[in-house]
């Protein structure tokens, strides 16, 4: 599990996280959503040790990682700017993994070898950014990790390896309660992998949300009535949006669907329909008044 308390992190006089906490608990996948500059990088780099937090805890099973080189050992990081030493290939990149990561696994490299389909004797560096991404993730696998932390982490794989990647990670989020914090810009990339969601903007987490709750929990509704709509109708909190088109109303609302339909039938609309609702509509929803500059980039 990775927990972060009250992370604090400044560059000079710039607070560039602030107050921050944020939870991956075992056998989950937490996306890790925000703008340019909102400070994923600069959670990720002490999520990974290689800062140090002015104020505030990281763990990961309860232990530090800064300095820490055994917790650091059971983890991945696969980063959007990959580093591999030059002259080695993947077999040499291989063995040298083996000697850092005590977990690693000869077999399971052998076996991705049906997935990953690239000459092991080839030099890592000189492949296309694609199959060095597939190299990171091959390799990535086989040290067993417990924490796995991906930075916009299919960018450049094609979609076919896209889905073969995140099947071998989700199988073993279930089969060895693996965590893993997905940064990415993009909430559509992130919907089908994630079961929690938090936007990072201006160094603080300022949604979270885990996805079933989200889905089940925000509906939208299409009423219309025979003549005007009432006066009052349905205009508490839970109502999350309105349109209004003549005697046509169009509601996004939150709460249990079922007292919310029984509550409209009350005003006898003549029409009342539930509309499908993406994740995508419930994030510009929940986001409300911080959603300026947020909704146009990480919900293009
Ligand atoms: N070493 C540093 N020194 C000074 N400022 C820094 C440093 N690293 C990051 N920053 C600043 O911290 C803020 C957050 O940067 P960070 O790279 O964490 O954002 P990000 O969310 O990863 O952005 P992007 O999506 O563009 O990669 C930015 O304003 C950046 O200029």
Not at 204 to 210: F, P, S
């Amino acid at each position: 599990m990775i927990e972060v308390q009250k992370l604090t992190k400044s560059f000079g006089k710039y607070k560039v996280l602030d107050d921050l906490n944020l939870r991956v608990n075992k056998a989950s996948v937490y996306g890790l959503l925000g703008p340019n500059g909102a400070g994923k990088t600069t959670l990720i780099k002490h999520l990974t040790g290689l800062y140090r937090q002015d104020q505030g805890i990281v763990t990961i099973d309860s232990q530090p990682i800064y300095e820490n080189s055994e917790v650091k050992s059971q983890m991945v990081y696969i980063p959007d700017d990959l580093y591999f030493f030059s002259q080695y290939s993947i077999d040499e990149t291989a063995k040298f993994y083996a000697n850092i990561y005590p977990e690693w696994n000869w077999n399971r490299y052998e076996q991705l070898k049906q997935v990953f389909p690239i000459d092991s004797k080839r030099r890592v560096v000189k492949l296309s950014k694609g199959m060095q991404k597939q190299v990171a993730f091959w390799l990535g696998i086989c040290t067993m990790p417990r924490v796995m932390i991906l930075d916009e982490p299919v960018d450049g794989l094609d979609p076919v390896m896209r889905k073969k990647v995140w099947n071998l990670i989700l199988q073993d989020v279930a089969e060895r309660q693996v965590s893993v914090l997905v940064s990415s810009h993009n909430l559509r990339e992130l919907e089908d992998v994630c079961d929690h969601i938090g936007i990072l903007h201006h160094g603080k987490i300022v949604v979270e949300r885990e996805l079933d709750d989200m889905k089940s929990d925000v509906h939208k509704f299409q009423l219309a009535f025979s003549a005007e709509i009432p006066e009052g109708f349905l205009e508490g909190p839970e109502v999350l949006h309105r349109t209004q088109t003549g005697s046509i109303l169009l509601l996004i609302a939150r709460g249990d669907k079922h007292e919310l339909l029984q509550k409209m039938k009350l005003a006898n609309p003549v029409i009342l329909d539930v509309l499908p609702l993406t994740l995508e509509e419930i994030f510009i929803y929940e986001l409300g008044g911080i959603g300026y500059d947020i909704q146009n980039t990480i919900l293009e």
